[in-house]
T-cell receptor, first 113, second 114 residues
Framework: DAGITQSPRHKVTETGTPVTLRCHQT?????MYWYRQDPGHGLRLIHYSYGVKDTDKGEVSDGYSVSRSKTEDFLLTLESATSSQTSVYFC????????????FGQGTRLTVV | AQSVTQLGSHVSVSEGALVLLRCNYSSSVPPYLFWYVQYPNQGLQLLLKYTSAATLVKGINGFEAEFKKSETSFHLTKPSAHMSDAAEYFC????????????FGTGTRLKVLA
């Protein structure tokens, strides 16, 4: 399995509080992604990074920010959590060469109450 | 812009029957196409991928998919379903232009009946 670790794996937080999810990789891959998974919507891209300090928005980026200060870490922050952000969050990585697929972490289940 | 459509959010088959999960894509450039499987409470695992080397792609666990450019389709099949195939399946598209954004369909949950 690709070396991807997401933390925490489960979190319950209150509306209005800030939350940071961490994705750590040991593969030295260039690209890192944050997706959210919701019933009926599949996986939707929130933000992605194509290098240290290089990030871009995905299709559902409102309410989320990201940072990548090191190759191995990609942080997703919910500045002020809302109930609509209750979801399962997946981190993915890829080397960004040719026809390689994305490799996924085990996910973080976030509940905003 | 790229997109993926998976027809049928839920599919049920009998054990031993043919599995057919449908995926149609939209892409302005030649795509890479992927099928992933997700078992309960787990991440996504790659089943197979199309990278233009061959239109019929074989993957793990007896699955295969055929790329049909004229139909913009990449349907997933397995000749004989097994109980262990029960899972959610996702089709995804990525661009060959170097942007490396993976766009996923909404998923198909496969149920295998004994």
């Amino acid at each position: 399995d690709a070396g991807i670790t997401q933390s925490p794996r489960h979190k319950v937080t209150e509306t209005g509080t800030p939350v940071t999810l961490r994705c750590h990789q040991t593969e030295n891959h260039r690209y890192m992604y944050w997706y959210r998974q919701d019933p009926g919507h599949g996986l939707r891209l929130i933000h992605y990074s194509y290098g240290v300090k290089d990030t871009d928005k995905g299709e559902v980026s409102d309410g989320y920010s990201v940072s990548r200060s090191k190759t191995e870490d990609f942080l997703l922050t919910l500045e002020s959590a809302t109930s609509s952000q209750t979801s399962v969050y997946f981190c993915a990585i890829t080397p960004g060469q040719g026809d390689t697929e994305a490799f996924f972490g085990q996910g973080t289940r976030l509940t905003v109450v | 812009a790229q997109s993926v459509t998976q027809l049928g959010s839920h599919v049920s088959v009998s054990e031993g029957a043919l599995v057919l999960l449908r995926c149609n894509y939209s892409s302005s450039v030649p795509p890479y196409l992927f099928w992933y499987v997700q078992y309960p409470n787990q991440g996504l695992q790659l089943l197979l991928k199309y990278t233009s080397a061959a239109t019929l792609v074989k993957g793990i666990n007896g699955f295969e998919a055929e790329f049909k450019k004229s139909e913009t389709s990449f349907h997933l099949t397995k000749p004989s379903a097994h109980m262990s195939d029960a899972a959610e399946y996702f089709c995804a598209v990525s661009s060959t232009s170097g942007t490396y954004k993976y766009i996923f369909g909404t998923g198909t949950r496969l149920k295998v009946l004994a």
